[in-house]
Nanobody, 122 residues
Framework: QVQLVESGGGVVQAGGSLRLSCAAS????????MGWFRQAPGKEREFVAA????????YDADSVKGRFTISRDNAKNTMYLQMNSLKPEDTAVYYC???????????????WGQGTQVTVSS
């Protein structure tokens, strides 16, 4: 059983940086693949990035490749999303998620956080 809590959202100027954190509870955290998703107003939830349980496999959406970096620190039960060169179109509610097994870019995750708002001003 895993509970997820996002933090680090806020308002940032275009071109700026922001780091999101996802704190997970549960002894089995290291056995789960983790992912970040986002949802803008009026749009479907969109995949952002995912990372395997060991951190050895990473997959980024084309829209954020080269700008966002996903990582995890299993000793701290925390996953991160470092966001650089932010654009107004990055504005969305960002969700962290966890699933058993391999990482996926779809929404087939077992656990979800409540989301944190990221607003990029222009």
């Amino acid at each position: 059983q895993v509970q997820l809590v996002e933090s680090g959202g806020g308002v940032v100027q275009a071109g700026g940086s922001l780091r999101l954190s996802c704190a997970a509870s549960g002894r089995t955290f290291s056995s789960y693949s983790m992912g970040w998703f986002r949802q803008a107003p009026g749009k479907e939830r969109e995949f952002v990035a995912a990372i395997s349980w060991s951190g050895g496999s990473i997959y980024d959406a084309d829209s954020v490749k080269g700008r966002f970096t996903i990582s995890r620190d299993n000793a701290k039960n925390t996953m991160y999303l470092q966001m650089n060169s932010l654009k107004p179109e990055d504005t969305a509610v960002y969700y962290c998620a966890a699933r058993r097994g391999a990482l996926r870019s779809d929404s087939s995750y077992d656990y979800w956080g409540q989301g944190t708002q990221v607003t990029v001003s222009s």
